[in-house]
């Protein structure tokens, strides 16, 4: 098996720019192949100081101190920014890194941080995030010295000039969600990547076929798909250096097992020979963490190199 592993971040429980600067770069140095992170505006428990940092101002200044490792948002939601002023954004993050950037892009689902940040969360959001994937990828195709014009229940764009571009011929789009069939269709129009965000391991392999099937429907094959998943990481050396870890994150080692990449290398490496099996091609390492960087040094000397 080969799998590609890769570094998620949750800032919003606590991490300066600084904070996230840091792991960026060790991972970088250590051969992950991206640095992604969240889009939210608000702890989900303790008291997440210093404060929530905005996902694209924090890509754009590690766009700047990194030069390899790609970056992108799993997801940025759809709720918190126009999709005119987003594709603005994340084409100038891509230029500022030289083509790095990928796009995550997600509906939304954490309401108290609208109400905490004063951001509108309407109850049926899905129709926002399939116009937004059609504005989006329609301002970056849109020919230079042509315009994009958009009509929609929600967004209404007119003879935009749709700059500027992107450095990437094409961002790469991830799409994710537990629809049954609207979300496959949708990754089957406008994604290059499938994600499972912390599946239960038994749902793995059947999303999968559920995604091929609705990329068959629209005529793509199913190698045009990356799928992925995203999983806790918690490695330690030996189960006490484990156990440590584990209880520097708040979590339950039993359970960090059953749901996550965790436990001594040896089990580590059995749970993404797994995922593997099952079709996953792509691992978002889920790193609670920051200040851990020896964490980060274990998995990418002792782990990476068996999977």
């Known amino acids: ?96 890194s030289g083509g790095r950037v990928e796009l995550g892009l997600g509906a939304g689902w954490f309401a108290r941080e609208h109400e905490a940040y004063g951001i509108p969360f309407p109850a049926k959001r899905f129709g926002l995030l399939e116009e937004q994937l059609a504005v989006i990828t329609g301002l970056w195709g849109t020919p230079v010295g042509e315009t994009f014009s958009f009509a929609g229940e929600h967004y209404t764009l007119t003879d935009s000039p749709a700059l500027p571009k992107p450095a990437q011929a094409r961002v790469p789009i991830v799409v994710g ?64 250096q484990f156990r440590a870890r584990a209880a520097a994150i708040g979590r339950e080692p039993d359970e960090l097992r059953e749901h996550g990449v965790a436990g001594t290398v040896a089990q580590a490496v059995d749970r993404l020979a797994q995922v593997a099996a099952d079709g996953v091609e792509r691992v978002y390492l889920q790193v609670l963490d920051l200040h851990d960087l020896d964490h980060l040094e274990l998995i990418a000397r002792e782990v990476a190199p068996q999977v």
């Open 177 to 240: 969600g537990g629809g049954p069939t609207r979300t496959p269709a949708l990754a089957a129009r406008f994604a290059t990547e499938y994600n499972q965000a912390f599946p239960e391991l038994a749902t793995i392999a059947p999303r999968i076929a559920v995604v091929d099937k609705a990329l068959a429907d629209a005529g793509r094959e199913a190698s045009s798909i990356t799928h992925s998943a995203a999983l806790v990481v918690a490695v330690g050396r030996d189960e006490a």
């Open 1 to 96: 098996m080969t799998l590609d592993l890769r570094v998620f971040t949750e800032p919003q429980q606590g991490a300066s720019y600084d904070d996230q600067l840091a792991v960026a770069q060790a991972a970088e140095q250590l051969g992950f192949s991206a640095f992604f992170r969240s889009d939210h505006y608000l702890a989900m428990g303790g008291d997440g100081l210093p404060g929530p940092t905005d996902s694209w101002t924090t890509l754009a200044g590690i766009a700047r101190e990194t030069s390899t490792i790609r970056l992108g948002t799993l997801v940025t939601s759809a709720t918190f920014r126009h999709p005119g002023v987003l594709a603005i954004q994340v084409a100038q993050v891509d230029q500022m």
